[in-house]
């Protein structure tokens, strides 16, 4: 399958904290996104990291990738009440995108 | 105002029925896509498209009909042939198909049985 598998599939933690949530996959990677949901939403496009990356950021979000592995994490420091969501990766290198599904994040104040 | 609308938010569907969601989108864009989203999953593709009066099947386009006549409008139809259609329909677009597009979603539409 070239599926994408995200782990853990639920998170929960305290505002303040750190998440973190990892995506795999069993064929090789191109370019990987990452997309938030909020529930009942459509997907916005959060970061994309290149092949050729290792690491990314934007704000409060940090993005690494090991394409020898297949895999990447995407880490959100400092989390509020509103990084509630569902977040999916996505390999570029299958044109259309194929999502995984997903790590439910849920941030309590 | 750009973006990609989907409408209706809500679709109630009677056995033996077919139903068509819309989706319009101002931002000028090539490719268009539906996703098929149940509780708790993620998303899997149904029809896409990367030209108007193009389209190509995804994973699951069973029981699903689509049709590109204009660039701006991607409609998907749920036929009676569908036999498990309640789950929450998204429609994207991208410029083009490249590795570094980005997709842009609409709301979504929930569609369920009577």
């Known amino acids: 399958s070239q599926q994408g598998e995200e782990d853990p599939q639920a998170l929960s933690i305290q505002e303040g904290e750190n998440a973190t949530m990892n995506c795999s996959y069993k064929t090789s990677i191109n370019n990987l996104q990452w997309y938030r949901q909020n529930s009942g939403r459509g997907l916005v496009h959060l970061i994309l990291?290149?092949?050729?990356?290792r690491e990314k950021h934007s704000g409060r979000l940090r993005v690494t990738l090991d394409t020898s592995k297949k895999s990447s994490s995407l880490l959100i420091t400092a989390s509020r009440a509103a990084d509630t969501a569902s977040y999916f990766c996505a390999n570029s290198g299958n044109t259309p995108l194929v999502f995984g599904k997903g790590t439910r994040l849920s941030v309590i104040a | 105002d750009g973006g990609i609308t989907q409408s209706p938010k809500y679709l109630f569907r009677k056995e033996g029925q077919n139903v068509t969601l819309s989706c319009e989108q101002n931002l000028n864009h090539d490719a268009m896509y539906w996703y098929r989203q149940d509780p708790g999953q993620g998303l899997r593709l149904i029809y896409y498209?990367?030209?108007?009066?193009?389209?190509q099947k995804g994973d699951i386009a069973e029981g699903y009909s689509v049709s590109r006549e204009k660039k701006e409008s991607f409609p998907l139809t749920v036929t009676s042939a569908q036999k498990n259609p309640t789950a929450f329909y998204l429609c994207a677009s991208s410029i083009g198909q490249g590795t570094n597009e980005k997709l842009f979603f609409g709301s979504g539409t929930q569609l369920s049985v009577l």
């Open positions: 498209s990367q030209i108007v009066n193009d389209f």
């Open positions: 990291i290149r092949s050729n990356e």
